[in-house]
């Protein structure tokens, strides 16, 4: 997976689904790629297809700037349907590739047909890489063997302070394999940003919650995050993040407050 400009990405789950909010998410996302927030991911499944089209407006003439990412559903991750899918998602956010193609998460199409498929859009020019969603380490382990497996360029899966069970095993197995791990809803679930600690720490610091819980998964060079923001001050925020250092003071204190798993734990999801 290319870097590309920062290790922070703009989300876009729920967004264009609301024509009162179109202008101001639109406009989000524009400003995101000014202060170099120039990853943004997408899936078809986001407001079946809304997403798309509102990054795709958003995108219009600065293609060039974007390393742009979606999904495809399990449900139409099979050789025909992948290309079918692929197509739909260009239409709708008017390019003609993506950057990177994700598998949104494992369905009951075999990983071999679903690796083919990858591989017959790379070689129509329609995707420069892909990779996966919510896979375990043991799903990866599966992926690899299969031919031309070992070419996934990254696995997106839930990671945050609340949710340290990919450091067991799955953070090492991509690390091992030279394959960085991607981070969606850095944040959480909500009641994260409501932990005193938390709270005492980026006042102490003058951030907000939310760009402590951002920072510190970004603390990790091999660790890339996407985070939503559906407004300009909300995206200024995000960027402020990527800013942050922690001493090994607070980070100790992050520890005692969310310990990661003392063993392997099944891989969470949203």
Not at 140 to 155: C, F, I, Y
Not at 158 to 172: A, C, F, Q, V, W
Request: aromatic share 6%; with cysteine.
């Amino acid at each position: 997976m290319e870097t590309t400009r920062s290790g922070l990405g703009q989300g876009t789950w729920y967004l264009g689904e609301h024509p009162s909010r179109h202008d101001s998410e639109r406009d989000a996302l524009r400003t995101g790629i000014d202060v170099g927030l120039t990853t943004i991911d997408t899936a078809e499944m986001y407001g079946d297809g809304a997403s798309e089209l509102l990054v795709g407006e958003a995108i219009a003439g600065r293609r060039d700037d974007v390393y742009l990412i979606s999904k495809v559903l399990p449900t139409n991750a099979d050789r025909r349907r992948m290309g079918e899918s692929c197509r739909a998602s260009l239409r709708r956010l008017g390019t003609d590739h993506l950057d990177l193609y994700l598998l949104h998460w494992r369905g009951r199409h075999p990983l071999r047909e679903t690796v083919e498929g990858f591989e017959d859009l790379l070689r129509e020019g329609l995707i420069r890489s892909w990779g996966v969603s919510n896979f375990d380490t043991e799903d990866m382990d599966e992926l690899v063997a299969v031919p031309g497996g070992d070419q996934v360029a990254t696995d997106q899966v839930l990671y945050n302070l609340e949710t340290r069970g990919p450091e067991i095993d799955l953070l090492p197995w991509c690390r091992e394999a030279g394959i960085p791990l991607m981070s969606y809803s850095p944040i959480g679930h909500g009641s994260l940003l409501r932990t005193p600690f938390l709270a005492s720490l980026a006042e102490a610091k003058d951030l907000t919650s939310a760009q402590i819980a951002i920072a510190w998964v970004l603390r990790h060079p091999d660790v890339f995050a996407v985070a939503k923001a559906s407004t300009r001050e909300h995206v200024l925020e995000n960027r402020a993040a990527m800013d942050v250092t922690f001493t090994p003071l607070e980070l100790a204190g992050l520890d005692r407050l969310f310990p990661r798993p003392p063993r392997k734990v099944p891989l969470e999801v949203l």
